[in-house]
């Protein structure tokens, strides 16, 4: 992609075109996730909104495999999270925002799950969004994935994540400047 692309946030022709495929074989492949939706709409809305189907992409690229998992028929939006199995490859081992990650003195990951969110276009899964991709699959059977932390839980110094164990879901909460292995964050996206 040439750098003035990346800076518009759309995609090549050819990214575009294989983006597209990759989605429709995952939509197509999953329709449990997405009853008495249409993929011509779907890809209607995609088309007509180039900056979000390069977060799609993005999304992709770190590993989250998006889907469409809601229609808010008063807004007409399409709802797409990361439905990885896992907690998405290219987002683990990230504390949880800018502020935990500036108050490490030492080790301190590359990254943070909001500024990655951010860069990305898209918002961190809340618990109750968390809750209802569960409904969907089983995801986050090793991993686990941060989530939107209320601003009085935050102020605090702590942070909120979610998985799944023994076949419930569960939350926890952690120190926000913590990061490990096998913690990232899932996204959503509304097209």
Known sequence: MNKAARNKKE?????HDVLLSVLKARFEKNLNRHQGVEWTKVQGKLEASPEKLWSLNEMEKTGGEPDVVGH????????????????PKGR????????????RKE???????????????IEILTEEQYRELQTLGNFDTKTSSWVKTPPDIRKLGGALFCDRR??????????????????????????
């Open 107 to 121: 080790h301190k990951p590359k990254n943070s799950a909001m500024d990655m969110a951010a860069a990305m276009g």
């Open 72 to 87: 808010d028929r008063k807004t007409g939006e399409y709802i797409f999270d990361d439905c990885s199995a896992e907690s």
């Open 92 to 103: 683990r081992s990230v504390c949880y925002d800018r502020e935990a990650l500036e108050s």
């Open 11 to 15: 995609l090549s022709p050819k990214e």
């Open 166 to 191: 023994y076949d419930h879901v569960f939350l926890y909460h952690n120190g926000a400047e913590s990061y490990y292995a096998a913690r990232g964050f899932r996204g959503s996206l509304k097209v």
